[in-house]
Nanobody, 130 residues
């Protein structure tokens, strides 16, 4: 059975930092393109980061709004994907999901839809507020 379980969400003040984790079971994270996707209140899905499979060199991709503030990484031994987020802004408030796909960019690009992913987690809430 495939499971993606996110953790690490919570409340943080503007300018603060947070690290999200996604523990995966049922497949190995270095064989899928692993994404972090978010959905802000009242808005659609937005992919914000992706790390490529090992065969593609593990290249990292970021949406412009988080470039320079977020870092995606992967621990193959723990089968876990991370998203380290610094200098957080109120507009980063969203539910953050971990998702897996067989390709980059996602099939629905430039849109982000769940149909573009093979697997997804249940999400973790991140609230940035003073």
């Amino acid at each position: 059975e495939v499971q993606l379980v996110e953790s690490g969400g919570g409340s943080v003040q503007p300018g603060g930092s947070l690290t999200l984790s996604c523990v995966v079971s049922g497949f190995t994270v270095n064989t899928y393109y692993m994404y972090w996707v978010r959905q802000a209140p009242g808005k659609g899905l937005e992919w914000i980061s992706c790390i490529a499979i090992d065969a593609s060199g593990g290249r990292q991709y970021y949406v412009d709004s988080v470039q320079g503030r977020a870092t995606i990484s992967r621990d193959n031994a723990k089968n876990t994907v991370f998203l380290q987020f610094n200098k957080m802004k109120t507009e980063d408030t969203a539910v953050y999901y971990c998702a897996a796909a067989r390709q980059w960019p996602p099939r629905s690009y430039p849109e982000t839809t769940w149909s573009a992913f093979n697997y997804r987690g249940q999400g973790t809430q991140v609230t940035v507020s003073s």
